[in-house]
């Protein structure tokens, strides 16, 4: 990778296991310094390969970004690296090895146009990059189907989290399809709304610790008008989406969603709140129903979630 951008997408994070050798002290070819904690294992990173790993990274001595706890990163091995990155080992390891690697912010400043450093980095920052490889897949195919098991297994634990939240509030609630849990507040009036109604709403998104990181009622958020889509076509982040169908005109619930059904690995650009896989809340009111969307509202660029 030859930006710090990048470089962000393939570190992840993950404790060292307790049966790895004494770790080697080494250089990159781009000259950077690793350590590297053998497996043991036979199994070795191809070029063309898959792999999957876990990631924590830290900047000095606070960790900025991890997957502990959270889904793997699975990538594709290519052949080309860039110089002073963790990709010129992939070739270098086993299954099951670990990698911890150290980069000075001074380096990729003397190497990067003016401009080009994202704001939480700082001249004499030092980076640690902590990296295990987890699996090995020859080919997209197993790849993909070991992803997706993780993922189902991920979000199942994910909706029993929240299920267990809400219980513990003595909160009722309804389950959506795909896992959302909504407190119907008011039911409303009429018909349920169903797919393809155009709806407009008020709503306020916080985390479970009650931080509000999202209001169009707030005029501290910059855009208090109704947030107006069509139900049931993708436009929203699912949680949300499908706890519309739900209520009728006029209603108004919470739904608790686990962070599969809302931001997942990368929430809204810009926001300082919600962490990734970050379970969520948010507080609605549907203000109108219209049985299709007018003309003008299904441009491109209209939002795919609350967050405006």
Known sequence: MNTIKNLLLIVTVGAL?????KATYRKTP???PYQLFASGDTQQ?????????SITQKINDSVYFSTAGKLPV???VIAQSSPYD???????LHLGDSVVSTQMMDTFIKRMPPGQIPPQFKKGDRILT?????GIFTNDSAKSVDEEKVRTAFAQNEIQAVEAFVKSKNISTVKTPSGAFVEIINPGTGNLIDSGKYVSVNYTGTTFEGKKFDSNTDSAFNHVQPLSFTVGTGQMIKGFDEAMKFLKPGGSAKVYMPSMLGYGAAPPPGSTVIKPYENLI????VTDVKDKAPETANTPGQPEQ???
């Open 282 to 285: 948010f507080e609605f009111t």
């Open 86 to 92: 963790i990709s010129e080992v992939w070739t270098k």
């Open 130 to 134: 902590y990296v295990k490889i987890l």
């Open 30 to 32: 781009g000259g950077m």
């Open 306 to 308: 609350p967050h405006q």
């Open 74 to 76: 699975y990538m594709p």
């Open 45 to 53: 990173v191809q070029v063309g390969n898959f792999i999957k790993v």
């Open 17 to 21: 296991a307790a049966s790895c050798s």
